[in-house]
């Protein structure tokens, strides 16, 4: 099935440091998502995009909506060991439609 | 904790078999999606039941069938399992709220169950 191209695919970082990771897209979607799953639980929602170019942040947590609405990226600052885990972005194409996914980015974070 | 709730946590047969997995959604969320997530193929839309309807279909096997009751729980069933089905499978919830800018929903996820065929 459809996924959108996600990367990095992984990531090895030290504590403190920023992350960026991004998403694209062949066609277009009108809603963007990231979310964060950790090992034997359900994706968790971390940030939700509604409108092309729209930057929202969640605490240390920055996402943007592409303009071409082919893309997103989320960016997290000042990393922490409680932020491991896998990020996946998804794409909505309407409201109360099925979501398509990335493929992750699993984030490790060294203390 | 997202409110959704599955069961069983997990669940192991052998192949040939089958199996049904339960999802009841968050109070008050009429939707309920059905994810697959495998090694090679990520997180899969597989089926979605709005209102006791099925409303859309998706990388679905026709071994594979779902159901949405009228207290909103929803069903998913597995038949003649082979080794390839094992996988995690989620089930989301979500209501859709409209304002003066348009619709907007938030799926949430239940914690899944893992399926291993053997």
């Known amino acids: 099935g459809q996924q959108l191209n996600q990367s990095p695919q992984s990531m090895f970082i030290q504590e403190g440091e920023d992350v960026s990771m991004n998403c694209t897209s062949s066609?277009?979607?009108?809603?963007w998502l990231w979310y964060k799953q950790d090992p034997g639980e359900g994706p968790v929602l971390l940030i939700a995009?509604?409108?092309?170019?729209e930057l929202t942040s969640n605490g240390r947590l920055t996402a943007q909506f592409g303009i071409t609405r082919k893309d997103s990226f989320l960016n997290i600052s000042a990393s922490i060991p409680s932020d491991v885990g896998i990020y996946f972005c998804?794409?909505?194409?309407?409201?109360?439609?099925?979501?398509?996914f990335g493929e992750g980015t699993q984030l490790t974070v060294n203390p | 904790d997202s409110g959704v709730t599955q069961t069983p946590k997990h669940l192991i047969t052998a192949t040939g078999q089958r199996v049904t997995l339960r999802c009841s959604p968050r109070?008050?969320?009429?939707?309920v999606y059905w994810y697959q997530q495998s090694l090679d193929q990520g997180l899969q839309f597989l089926i979605q039941?709005?209102?006791?309807?099925?409303?859309a279909k998706g990388n679905i096997l026709e071994r594979f069938s779902a159901q949405q009751f009228p207290d909103l729980h929803s069903e998913l069933n597995l038949s003649s399992l082979e080794l390839g089905d094992s996988a995690l499978y989620f089930c989301?919830?979500?209501?859709?709220?409209?304002?003066?800018?348009?619709?907007?929903?938030?799926?949430?996820f239940g914690p899944g169950t893992r399926l291993t065929v053997l």
């Open positions: 066609s277009i979607f009108n809603t």
């Open positions: 109070s008050g969320d009429l939707s």
């Open positions: 039941y709005y209102n006791g309807e099925e409303r």
């Open positions: 998804a794409g909505q194409l309407a409201s109360g439609s099925r979501l398509t």
């Open positions: 989301a919830s979500s209501v859709t709220w409209t304002s003066g800018v348009g619709s907007t929903d938030t799926q949430y």
């Open positions: 995009l509604y409108k092309a170019g």
